[in-house]
């Protein structure tokens, strides 16, 4: 459903993503991990039309990303890492301009609003103004509204940021059901590993614009011979802590040091 050939992007003579390939298969929840600044919001703004790759092809549900952008707008749905509603509508309004957009089939639009506001526990505060909302409600809405037309493909950046342990548990459920009952496919990333660890199929991780690895939990875990996703990661990426404006030289020089005197 999604095929990514050494795909590259380079901002001047920084690389943020480096001669990355994978694919996806349908109905697969693919988890893409790595440190900020690891190039994976990079990856998701390629395959889905927003920004254009340096070098490399990507097929998204068989259409070529590049060269045929409107077929492939239609097969899938984004969830972005920041929040794009329409602060001056209501949370309803915001589902059913989103409804109308995507052709969901007039008879749906209603019960499907009322699930998804109901399960992001909203349906109470449908008829106020998204201005009015905390950041973690715009982001329960911006989810709710992400779900509303069930795309071929759904791209997930960093959903759960900042929400509680009960909601994102509800959400991977209501994903994980859409994944299996529509054949959905799902690429995600997330901090929280454990979210990979119970929802996806498959996990790559990817550091420094490069794909480290790719495979189940389980490989990943054999793979750097400990026993949990959250040690593998760890094992792979370092244990220096990210920002976004790391140096890309130094972190790499940082994290050779590092492997090296293990
Ligand atoms: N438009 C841009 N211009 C220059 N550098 C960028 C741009 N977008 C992202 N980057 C850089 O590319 C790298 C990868 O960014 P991003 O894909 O957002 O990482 P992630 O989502 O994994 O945290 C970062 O070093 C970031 O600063
Ligand atoms: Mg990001």
């Known amino acids: 459903m999604i095929e990514v050939k050494h795909l590259t992007k380079r901002f001047g003579d920084f690389a943020a993503v480096n001669d990355i390939s994978f694919h996806v298969e349908r109905g697969e929840l693919f988890a893409l991990l790595g440190?900020?600044?690891?190039?994976?919001?990079?990856?998701?703004?390629m395959l889905t039309t927003l920004l254009r790759p340096s070098e490399g092809s990507l097929k998204l549900d068989g259409h070529d990303v590049v060269k045929e952008q409107d077929a492939t707008r239609k097969s899938f749905g984004i969830v972005f890492q920041d929040p794009s509603l329409d602060n001056d509508l209501t949370a309803y309004e915001n589902m059913e301009l989103h409804a109308?957009?995507?052709?969901v089939p007039p008879k749906e639009v209603?019960?499907?609003i009322k699930e998804l506001l109901t399960l992001v526990e909203l349906w109470d505060?449908?008829?106020s103004l998204v201005r009015t909302f905390?950041?973690?409600?715009?982001?329960?809405?911006?989810?709710?509204?992400?779900?509303?037309?069930?795309?071929?493909?759904?791209?997930?950046?960093e959903p759960t940021l900042g929400l509680d342990?009960?909601?994102?548990?509800?959400?991977?459920?209501?994903?994980?059901n859409l994944a299996k009952e529509k054949e959905m496919t799902i690429l995600?990333?997330?901090h929280y590993l454990e979210e990979a660890e119970a929802n996806a199929n498959k996990i790559a991780i990817i550091d420094h614009g490069k794909l480290l690895t790719i495979g189940t939990a389980k490989e990943l875990e054999e793979q750097t011979k400990t026993d949990?996703?959250?040690?593998?990661?760890l094992a792979l990426t370092g244990r220096e802590i990210r920002d976004e404006e790391v140096d890309p030289h130094e972190a790499w020089k940082a994290r050779h040091r590092s492997r090296n005197m293990r």
Not at 35 to 45: C, H, Q, V
Not at 143 to 150: P, S, T
Not at 228 to 233: G, I, P, R, S
């Open 35 to 45: 440190p900020n600044g690891a190039g994976k919001s990079t990856t998701i703004k």
């Open 100 to 103: 109308v957009m995507y052709n």
């Open 110 to 112: 209603a019960p499907r």
């Open 125 to 127: 505060r449908r008829k």
């Open 134 to 157: 905390s950041g973690g409600m715009k982001r329960r809405l911006e989810i709710a509204r992400g779900l509303l037309h069930h795309p071929k493909v759904l791209f997930l950046d």
């Open 165 to 176: 342990a009960q909601t994102r548990n509800l959400l991977w459920n209501y994903v994980g």
């Open 188 to 190: 995600f990333t997330t």
């Open 228 to 233: 949990t996703l959250e040690q593998a990661y």
